[in-house]
């Protein structure tokens, strides 16, 4: 079986190995948005429990070396509202870098979804000319 008989011959073709490779494309677009987005939240995680563990240790030895209660209580209080507005400026990050990587995901399955509809119609050309022929 010669290339001009064999219906196999146009699968090793280099152009088609490349669109085999610009069709994968999309997916590791989205491989890469997890990563990156993984990366973030962990080192946004990370970055919030150490300063929360940093924090609550100087806020002992402030608190082992207050004499006053009402002091003690306007230091816990002081305390806490540091760790909420840590807590919320770690959130806030969190839901962006989200909403950063739902965009990337929208706009990479809006350009896939365009690039298989292209290439369905030129399937569909290609058939309906071997059809007439």
């Not at 230091?75 to 770690?90: G, I, R």
């Not at 990050?93 to 950063?100: L, S």
Request: charged share 30%; aromatic share 6%; proline share 3%.
């Amino acid at each position: 079986m010669n290339a001009a008989t064999n219906p196999f011959a146009d699968f090793f073709k280099p152009e088609l190995t490349k669109e085999m490779a610009d069709l994968f494309k999309p997916m590791q677009n989205l491989v890469d948005v997890n990563t990156k987005t993984v990366e973030t939240l962990v080192s946004l995680q990370k970055a919030y429990v150490e300063e929360l563990a940093n924090a609550s240790v100087e806020q002992f030895k402030t608190l082992c070396e207050c004499k006053d209660p009402k002091a003690a209580l306007d230091l816990q209080v002081k305390f806490y509202k540091t760790v909420e507005a840590k807590m919320t400026e770690t959130a806030e990050k969190g839901v962006a870098a989200m909403a950063e990587a739902k965009d990337a995901y929208v706009a990479t399955v809006e350009e896939s979804g365009k690039k298989v509809t292209e290439l369905a119609e030129e399937a569909a050309k290609k058939v309906a000319e071997l059809k007439v022929a």
